[in-house]
């Protein structure tokens, strides 16, 4: 079974930054795009950023210039550097990656996400 463990979420202060880890472990055979959504209370899941197995990020308009989404392929991993914090980023950060186990069949997998709170 393939598995995504996020990680990296905290309290911190507007202005302030946060760098979120995601891993994924099990049968891969190979991953896809990785993302990071979040959602706050109210509100629907939405894509904060993404990044292409080639590399190619995309990030929603709200977050560009302030975060960096980057992958390490030889980790399996994803992460979200998150600069010059905002009340307005705080939400659950869910990791999302399209992977294909070893069965060569691709699906959404996602991890339990964690909390990022923004306050002062």
């Known amino acids: 079974q393939v598995q995504l463990v996020d990680s990296g979420g905290g309290l911190v202060q507007p202005g302030g930054s946060l760098k979120l880890s995601c891993a994924a472990s099990g049968s891969i055979f190979s991953i896809y795009g990785m993302n990071w959504y979040r959602q706050a209370p109210g509100k629907q899941r939405a894509l904060v950023a993404g990044?292409?197995?080639?590399?190619?990020?995309t990030y929603t308009d709200s977050v560009k210039g302030r975060f960096t989404i980057s992958r390490d392929n030889s980790k399996n991993a994803v992460y979200l550097q998150m600069n010059s914090l905002k009340p307005e980023d705080t939400a659950v950060y869910l990791c999302?990656?399209?992977?294909?186990?070893?069965?060569?069949?691709?699906?959404?997998?996602w991890g339990l996400g964690t909390q990022v709170t923004v306050s002062s």
């Open positions: 999302n990656a399209v992977i294909s186990s070893t069965t060569r069949v691709a699906r959404n997998y």
């Open positions: 990044i292409t197995s080639s590399g190619t990020t």
